[in-house]
């Protein structure tokens, strides 16, 4: 059975950076896609960011040049990388495997 742990998230101000970490066990990582997407209240799941086995990365309008997502197949690690965070970041983050497997979630909040 995929699990998926994610860590990382919390307080930022503005302009913060944090990076998000998922670790996960169960399966082959290497040949997973790994995907973040976020959650803010009263609003639809969304596709922030994805990576392909092969390490090939997409990322949504609203956080492009600003995230980065990459992995670690030697520690079975999917990183978020969130720089200049704005206050619309603010959302609950979930990471996936090949979108099927998910997370629990983990709550940035950028406020001043």
């Known amino acids: 059975q995929v699990q998926l742990v994610e860590s990382g998230g919390g307080l930022v101000q503005p302009g913060g950076s944090l990076r998000l970490s998922c670790e996960v066990s169960?399966?082959?990582?290497?040949?997973?896609?790994m995907a973040w997407s976020r959650q803010a209240p009263g609003k639809e799941r969304e596709l922030v960011a994805g990576?392909?086995?092969?390490?090939?990365?997409m990322y949504g309008e609203s956080v492009k040049d600003r995230f980065t997502i990459s992995r670690d197949n030697t520690k079975n690690v999917a990183y978020l990388q969130m720089n200049n965070l704005k206050v619309e970041d603010t959302a609950v983050y979930f990471c996936s495997a090949n979108y099927k497997h998910w997370g629990q979630g983990t709550q940035v909040t950028v406020s001043s």
């Open positions: 990576i392909t086995s092969g390490g090939y990365t």
């Open positions: 169960g399966s082959d990582f290497s040949t997973l896609s």
